[in-house]
């Protein structure tokens, strides 16, 4: 199952809403902090647990805890912080691996200008978070680099996904899932992802006034 598309409710509402041409910063920011939760809900749902015993109110008890694995979360820089606070939400403890990746908008290959791994990532659960996933250059690139640095286990959030990422992201990478609120229908010929969000690193960081 390398593609994941979370039909959820609330996942197609509040996706729903960030479609809105006319949405506000604010409000692009606050939904696309709790889809990236929703969708680290779903993409954590087989992680193991291991059992242990507490000191309860009325005696020992058995509870749970999430076995072993330690965590990092990818975000590629800067869309990808637009999701990191939703997804830190359900995992607080998670390490932060920044990578920058910007794609040419002309030639539209990704470019990588920053990698801020955490240690010891090589023994870890590795969630990669950008909201768009459209030619899959960017996606591509930074699982190469984490597979560079040793992540075995790799997994990819992203908030809407062309068939032509899903695609470039499966031929080079067939072991990483990718979990994401929806399967867009194209790209159109400026490499933007029909119907989309628009440039959503523009939304989040209220750099720019109108859509690409
Ligand atoms: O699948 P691709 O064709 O590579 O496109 C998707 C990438 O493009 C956008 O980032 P952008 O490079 O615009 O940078 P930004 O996050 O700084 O806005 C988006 O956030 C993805 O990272
Ligand atoms: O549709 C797209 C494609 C790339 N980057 C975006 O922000 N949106
Ligand atoms: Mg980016």
Known sequence: MPILEIRHP?????LGLMRRADISTKNFRELAQEVGALLTYEATKDLPLES???DGWAGTVQVEKIAGKKITVVPILRAGIGMLEGVLSLIPGAKVS???VARNEQTLQAHTY???LVPEIDERLAMI????????SSMVATIDLLKKAGCRDIR?????????GIKAVHDAHPDVTIYTA?????????????PGLGDAG???FGTKQKDA
């Open 98 to 100: 920044a990578v920058g």
């Open 52 to 54: 242990y015993e507490i």
């Open 156 to 164: 990819a959030m992203v908030l809407v996904a062309a068939p032509e």
């Open 129 to 136: 978070i950008d909201p768009m996933l459209a030619t899959g």
């Open 182 to 194: 929806s399967i867009d229908q194209k790209l159109n010929e400026h490499g933007y992802i029909i």
């Open 202 to 204: 523009d939304k989040i």
């Open 114 to 116: 920053l990698e801020k």
């Open 10 to 14: 609330l996942i197609r509402h509040k």
